[in-house]
C-alpha cells in the first residue's frame, strides 16, 4: 500500500513538472517571436522610455496589450516615483505612461 502512495506522489510530480516546463517553453517561444517580429530593439525602447521619464530603468519587457506588441519600460524617475512607459514595438511612438501611485497605476 505504501509502494502505491509513493508512485502516486512521484507520477503526480512528474506531471506536475512536465506541465510547468511545457508552459515555460510555450511562454518563450512566444517572446522569442514578438522580439523577432518587433522593428524596435529592446535599447531603443528603453531609450524612448527614458526620453519621456528619466530616471533609472528597473525593467523592460515585450508583451501583448490589445492586440499590439509593446515594449514595457519600467522607470524609477527622479521624483521615486514608479512608472510604466508603453511602445509599440513596430513604430517606436509612447503609447502612454502609467505612474504608480500608492500601489495603483495612474496615467
Known amino acids: ?6 508512485t502516486l506522489i512521484v507520477t503526480l510530480a512528474l506531471v506536475v513538472t512536465s506541465a510547468v516546463s511545457a508552459w515555460s517553453k510555450s511562454k518563450d517561444a512566444k517572446v522569442a517571436e514578438m522580439i ?5 530593439t529592446i ?10 521619464v528619466p530616471g533609472t530603468v528597473v525593467e523592460a ?17 527622479a521624483d521615486g516615483k514608479m512608472s510604466e512607459v508603453h511602445i509599440d514595438a513596430a513604430t517606436g ?11 495603483k497605476k495612474g496615467k
Open 36 to 40: 523577432k517580429d518587433a522593428t524596435v
Open 1 to 6: 500500500m505504501m509502494r502505491y502512495g509513493i
Open 43 to 52: 535599447d531603443q525602447a528603453i531609450k524612448t522610455g527614458l526620453e519621456k
Open 93 to 103: 511612438a509612447v503609447i502612454d505612461v502609467e505612474t504608480k501611485k500608492g500601489g
Open 61 to 77: 519587457e515585450i508583451e501583448k496589450k490589445h492586440g499590439k506588441t509593446v515594449w514595457e519600460v519600467e522607470i524609477l524617475g
